[in-house]
């Protein structure tokens, strides 16, 4: 069974940093692409960042662009996501997720199999 388990949020005052990790189980993880999604109260899960395994790249939304920075370490089968400059806006559960297919997007409905989620929260 596919198991995806976030860590690493909290509260951090505006401008700080956080990094996010997501641990894989159950998976062939070099196979197919991981991403991060955020959702805030009320609005709809949005895309972050995602990575290809297979050195196919990474691609980011534009609002996250040069603060945050997607990375993988394959040997522990972990996903990362380091969040600098955070803003109040960026405060959301974030969640971590693997494609569906081998192709990098940025589409919520493309990653099959999703985290729980863990809390960031930015104050001003």
């Known amino acids: 069974q596919v198991q995806l388990v976030e860590s690493g949020g909290g509260l951090v005052q505006a401008g700080g940093s956080l990094r996010l990790s997501c641990a894989a189980s159950?998976?062939?993880?070099?196979?197919?692409?991981m991403g991060w999604f955020r959702q805030a109260p009320g609005k709809e899960r949005e895309f972050v960042a995602a990575?290809?395994?297979?050195?196919?790249?990474?691609i980011y939304a534009a609002s996250v662009v040069a603060r945050f920075t997607i990375s993988m370490d394959n040997a522990k089968s972990t996903v990362y996501l380091q969040m600098n400059s955070l803003k109040p806006e960026d405060t959301a559960v974030y969640y971590c997720?693997?494609?569906?297919?081998?192709?990098?997007?940025?589409?919520?409905?493309?990653?099959?199999?999703w985290g729980q989620g863990t809390q960031v929260t930015v104050s001003s």
């Open positions: 997720a693997i494609s569906r297919r081998p192709g990098i997007s940025r589409e919520v409905g493309e990653f099959a199999v």
């Open positions: 990575t290809s395994r297979s050195g196919g790249g990474t």
């Open positions: 159950g998976v062939t993880f070099r196979d197919y692409p």
